[in-house]
């Protein structure tokens, strides 16, 4: 299961495709209130957007999955991972953070307020690690995890993987050699190669 990030849709994940597509059954989806999924009773928060990934896996008679997010789909995952371990078989978060700091919490916070839709519910979300984080709950991840970041990531940057990759036991840490935040456009097929080993 591929999770996109803020304001992009299924399709940001289009260049890994064809590597992943080879060894894998892979579904991209939309996120709540992202390309064509509607945004329904939108509560704000990454439970409900893992729960709708929890949901969907359902719907597909999937008992389990392989999971790899990007950025906002990152927290997704990570969250899925903490909520639902029996539910997740490895587990990619990539170029996210399991927190936000005092700017960009700010960040979100005024996209909540201006932005349209799933934008809006989905920043609200990422706002809530401010006050929130994922860190506590991190070592409660039972799946097999490979954190992926880019190494010229200044949204996300290595640092912020490295804590994620210190939290949940067992995990391993992937930089990207000169990729910036959007790893699945600027570097695919290294990104392939790593989801596929994870």
Known sequence: MLVHGLGEDHGAWRDTLPWLGRERRVIAYDV????GTGLGDAGGTL???AGDLVALLDALGLARADLCGFSLGGTIVLRVAIDHPDRVGRLVPVATSSRVGRTAAQWYEEQARTADGGVANASRAMARLAGEPLDPDLPRVRAPTLVVAGEL????PPRAAAVIAAGIPGARLRVVPGSGHYVARERPAELSRAVLSA
Not at 153 to 156: A, F, L, P, T, W
């Open 47 to 49: 439970a409900q957007l």
């Open 32 to 35: 709540r209130g992202h390309g």
């Open 153 to 156: 990531d200044d949204r996300c």
